[in-house]
């Protein structure tokens, strides 16, 4: 009997050291645990930490790079704006040249023109004074012809041509048709029968449209 009880306690104290240590063993567990999420917490404060300031890091690279780009770029537009300006000054004292260059030719053209026409103007002073002090109408003649070849001869050397009309057929891109007259003869109808002004050409173009009559 005696030796039941004693068996009894002693199961008793058993289970009694069995739960205190399942207890002990579950609160070893829970602050294992508790242990374990407090590092994982800790962990992920470092990494965020971490990642936080890499980003950081990188704002800060990417800014200075924008920062070296801009300055590139700010160096690339004031050189370009000082090529600009330069050939702009350059076309200006181009255009400003050239244009007094044309001034200059032109001038001197009509310079050497009025010089070659001279001679023709000192062959009419000689030829009033001729009309004035002779009566002879040959010589007369002879210097009016000498001067008016003369005066051909300076138009065809500055590319003045005639156009040619009389009895030719009436081209309205060459003639002017002052009017129209009867003609009797067949072969002179749409023809230029009269010249009242010649016309001329400078090289190929036309500078003066002969004004004549045609016959019908």
Known sequence: ???KII?????KDRQAEAQQTV??????KTAGKKA????????????????IHGKEEQKEELSDK??????DINAKL?????KYLRLSAEFDNYRKRTLKERIEITKSAGENLLVNLLPVMDDFDRAIS???TTSDSKAMQEGIQLIYTKMKDFLKQNGVKEIEALDKDFDTDLHEAVTKIPTAEKKK????????????YLNDKIIRYAKVIVGE
Do not use: P, R, W
């Open 1 to 3: 009997m005696v030796k």
């Open 7 to 11: 068996g009894k306690e002693e199961d």
């Open 23 to 28: 207890k002990e063993g579950s609160k070893s």
């Open 36 to 51: 374990e999420e407090e590092f994982v917490g800790d962990k992920e404060e470092e990494l965020l930490e971490v990642e």
């Open 66 to 71: 924008i920062e070296e780009k801009e300055e």
């Open 78 to 82: 004031a050189e370009l704006q000082d």
């Open 130 to 132: 001729l009309i004035e």
């Open 189 to 200: 109808k749409g023809k230029v029968v009269d010249v009242i002004q010649k016309g001329y």
